[in-house]
């Protein structure tokens, strides 16, 4: 089987970070702290928070909660930008049931997230950990930092592309490489909109999809 590799950006492991000054945000207190240990928990294994299912909500109180989630994320990486003494504009949004925000207008932030992402995986589990904070309620909030997560989309899909049509030359499944995710479900969206089964294989970090024949 055909091994397909590409640039990797991670969702749910943190890479090793500094540790940011905001105090309340970044440093729980110990009262604070099973709260934090459960969203490292989730991030260690990001497909169970996949599945999380929320008590129910209207769709104007799930709005609200979202929204609520884009200000909090907000204001903490606004001060994180101020400590570092770098400019940026921060964009709120709700992307589906997940609270949406993107960092624009900042070439160093820009120039250090590349070429994997990193930088920003790291911000958005900071960023999550504060909300987490303020609202005690695990968040699956999503960063961008000038539009980086778009164009990784966009490489995801060529690579579905590319996996498929090897499907389809040999007959035989194609394993790709592990992905997050975030990745994983580009992918599945790809594999079924042709028409083809896929499926998430393997634990942990090696967590991969493997493309089948239909």
């Given at each position: 089987?055909?091994?397909?590799?590409?640039p990797s950006v991670t969702d749910?492991?943190?890479?090793?970070?500094?540790?940011?000054?905001?105090?309340?945000?970044?440093?729980?207190?110990?009262?604070?702290?099973?709260?934090?240990?459960?969203?490292?928990?989730?991030?260690?294994?990001?497909?169970?928070?996949?599945?999380?299912?929320?008590?129910?909500?209207?769709?104007?109180?799930?709005?609200?909660?979202?929204?609520?989630?884009?200000?909090?994320?907000?204001?903490?990486?606004?001060?994180?930008?101020?400590?570092?003494?770098?400019?940026?504009?921060?964009?709120?949004?709700?992307?589906?049931?997940?609270?949406?925000?993107?960092?624009?207008?900042?070439?160093?932030?820009?120039?250090?997230?590349?070429?994997?992402g990193e930088l920003m995986d790291?911000?958005?589990?900071?960023?999550?950990?504060?909300?987490?904070?303020?609202?005690?309620?695990?968040?699956?909030?999503?960063?961008?930092?000038?539009?980086?997560?778009?164009?990784?989309?966009?490489?995801?899909?060529?690579?579905?592309?590319?996996?498929?049509?090897?499907?389809?030359?040999?007959?035989?499944?194609?394993?790709?490489?592990?992905?997050?995710?975030?990745?994983?479900?580009?992918?599945?969206?790809?594999?079924?909109?042709?028409?083809?089964?896929?499926?998430?294989?393997?634990?942990?970090?090696?967590?991969?999809?493997?493309?089948?024949?239909?």
């Amino acid at each position: 089987m055909n091994d397909i590799t590409a640039p990797s950006v991670t969702d749910g492991e943190t890479p090793d970070a500094p540790e940011p000054a905001v105090a309340d945000a970044a440093s729980p207190s110990a009262a604070e702290e099973p709260a934090a240990e459960a969203a490292v928990a989730s991030a260690a294994d990001p497909e169970a928070d996949e599945e999380e299912a929320r008590p129910a909500e209207t769709a104007e109180e799930r709005l609200k909660r979202l929204e609520e989630e884009g200000d909090i994320a907000a204001d903490y990486l606004e001060e994180l930008l101020d400590i570092a003494d770098m400019d940026g504009d921060i964009d709120i949004d709700v992307d589906g049931d997940r609270a949406s925000v993107e960092i624009r207008g900042s070439d160093q932030l820009s120039r250090l997230n590349k070429p994997s992402g990193e930088l920003m995986d790291a911000l958005q589990e900071l960023a999550r950990l504060a909300v987490q904070t303020r609202t005690g309620e695990r968040s699956r909030l999503m960063l961008d930092i000038g539009g980086f997560r778009a164009e990784h989309r966009t490489s995801l899909e060529e690579l579905a592309a590319g996996a498929i049509a090897k499907v389809a030359e040999s007959g035989e499944s194609v394993p790709l490489r592990p992905m997050n995710p975030f990745e994983r479900k580009v992918v599945h969206d790809v594999v079924k909109r042709e028409g083809l089964r896929s499926e998430s294989e393997g634990d942990g970090k090696g967590r991969h999809v493997v493309i089948y024949p239909s």
